[in-house]
């Protein structure tokens, strides 16, 4: 069975930074675009940054110079840097991905979630 899991939330004070983590583990053929979401409380979830196979990134306004996508295709894992981290960027943080798992077939996987907590 397909997973996909996150680690790395926590508290930090603003200004700070936050490395998070996501790895995708089980029967796996192939993992396309891998992404980062992540949803305040009250809000949509929105989407943070998202990585294709070859490296090709995207990110959301909000995070363009303050975060970075990055992911290790043979271990099977998309990081997310965060630096100068602010109140507004409190929320939980959710890992995505499409798969092509060898019995489930190809569809989108989501983690648990994370939580991120700015604050002093």
């Known amino acids: 069975q397909v997973q996909v899991v996150e680690s790395g939330g926590g508290l930090v004070q603003p200004g700070g930074s936050l490395r998070l983590s996501c790895g995708a583990s089980?029967?796996?053929?192939?993992?396309?675009?891998m992404a980062w979401y992540r949803q305040a409380p009250g809000k949509q979830r929105e989407l943070v940054a998202s990585?294709?196979?070859?490296?090709?990134?995207n990110y959301a306004g909000f995070a363009k110079g303050r975060f970075t996508i990055s992911r290790d295709n043979a271990k099977k894992t998309v990081d997310l840097q965060m630096n100068s981290l602010n109140a507004e960027d409190t929320a939980v943080y959710y890992c995505w991905a499409n798969i092509w798992g060898n019995r489930d077939g190809y569809r989108a996987y989501w983690g648990q979630g994370t939580q991120v907590t700015v604050s002093s």
């Open positions: 990585i294709t196979t070859g490296g090709t990134t």
């Open positions: 089980g029967s796996i053929f192939r993992i396309d675009t």
